[in-house]
């Protein structure tokens, strides 16, 4: 059974860093794209973050671009991490990794992707 999971949440200080990681299970085949997503209390699912499975393309929105970092562990894109430097009260949220095979997904929609992984909170005290 193909999953997400993702790990390295936790409750830190404003202006701290953070980073997150999401392995895909070995029934993955190499997904096209890998994203990351984030849910506040009371808020849609929004865009975060995804890279491409050669690395070479990423996306960031633009609330977090500058400040936080997406990269692949290697060229399956099976395991990915978000870095976030400088974080803010307002990046409070659940953290969800998502993974798409498709090569002509839009990757900062979130129903370009197939499968999710349970997500994992990120509390930034300010």
């Known amino acids: 059974q193909v999953q997400l999971v993702e790990s390295g949440g936790g409750l830190v200080q404003a202006g701290t860093s953070l980073r997150l990681s999401c392995a895909a299970s070995?029934?993955?085949?190499?997904?096209?794209?890998m994203g990351w997503f984030r849910q506040a209390p009371g808020k849609e699912r929004e865009f975060v973050s995804a890279?491409?499975?050669?690395?070479?393309?990423?996306?960031y929105s633009r609330s977090v671009k500058g400040r936080f970092a997406i990269s692949s562990a290697d060229t399956k894109n099976t395991v990915v991490y978000l870095q976030m430097s400088t974080l803010k009260s307002e990046d409070t949220a659940v953290y969800y990794c998502?993974?798409?095979?498709?090569?002509?997904?839009?990757?900062?929609?979130?129903?370009?992707?197939?499968?999710w992984g349970q997500g994992t909170q990120v509390t930034v005290s300010s």
């Open positions: 998502g993974a798409t095979l498709s090569e002509r997904a839009d990757a900062r929609r979130e129903t370009s992707y197939d499968y």
């Open positions: 070995e029934e993955m085949y190499s997904p096209y794209t």
């Open positions: 890279i491409s499975r050669d690395g070479r393309t990423v996306y």
